[in-house]
């Protein structure tokens, strides 16, 4: 090992160690149970890793991140008026500069409700994925959709409800939510970093389903990227846009 480094993120509940390896070599890595973090926090256990490195530097393909905790949570910078931070839970590092993903041919975006609570949903449909052996294959994002309250010092925030409507946020970056949305397609659809990505699913319950459903008809992105195939899953949304001016006649259940 030529290099060791250690930072630190999340209030220091994560810890990414950089290491400078040799391509096409086993190694084995092994952490006591001594202080860690940068508050003194301990492992429960030690940890013993062995690991082999590539035969180049480009990555094709990690085991999923399953569980929606401090570890599959992500971060990046977005732009509109000014820069703000996004956080986002992902089963695959997603901004990962060095990867090339050979086996994603999915990707599915799913919208937390009024609760905010992006790490449950993440959760749920990660679940589901398990169950029909697809997590391999799909990869899976949860972006937070935060009010000011609950955000940290520089991250993307929006006012109550704003952002199921597509507002711009509150902090000083004014991005739309649905900008949210097309920046994470923006990157899903590079073809250097997803090559064989076929479609992408919008997923939304609630809150999230009005989100959901008034950004399948008002994005442009589609347009954008016709190799890709678009689905959109609205679920218990309390609102409908109605491209006409026909109505239910809630007596008669007809139109």
């Not at 890709?228 to 679920?235: C, G, K, R, T, W």
Request: hydrophobic share 40%; glycine share 8%.
């Amino acid at each position: 090992i030529n290099q060791l480094a250690f930072s630190y993120a999340n209030q220091s509940s994560k810890v990414t160690i950089d290491l400078e390896l040799n391509f096409e070599r086993t190694y084995t890595l092994r952490i006591g149970d001594g202080a860690i973090g940068q508050n003194g926090e301990r492992l429960k256990a030690p940890l013993v890793l062995s690991f082999s490195t590539m035969e180049d530097g480009t990555i094709y393909a990690l085991p999923p991140c399953t569980t929606g905790d401090e570890g599959c949570l992500e971060s990046v910078a977005l732009t509109g008026e000014g820069t703000a931070d996004l956080s986002f839970y992902a089963s695959y590092p997603i901004y990962e500069p060095l990867a090339e993903w050979r086996e994603l041919k999915s990707a599915m975006i799913v919208v937390h409700g009024a609760s905010r609570n992006p790490s449950d949903y993440f959760n749920y449909a990660m679940n589901s994925l398990q169950a029909l052996n697809l997590e391999q294959e799909v990869a899976l994002i949860a972006p937070a959709f935060r009010v000011a309250s609950e955000a940290t010092s520089g991250e993307v925030h929006w006012s109550n409800n704003d952002w199921r409507e597509g507002q711009n946020s509150t902090d000083g970056s004014q991005i739309s939510s649905f900008g949210v949305i097309d920046a994470l397609i923006e990157q899903l659809a590079d073809r250097t970093r997803f090559p064989v990505l076929e479609e992408v699913i919008i997923v939304g319950q609630s809150s999230g389903a009005l989100f959901t459903h008034l950004y399948a008809a008002a994005n442009q992105v589609e347009e954008a990227y016709p190799e890709l195939e678009f689905y959109y899953l609205v679920s218990e949304s309390q609102y409908f846009y109605y491209p006409t001016g026909q109505r239910v006649d809630e007596n008669t259940g007809a139109l």
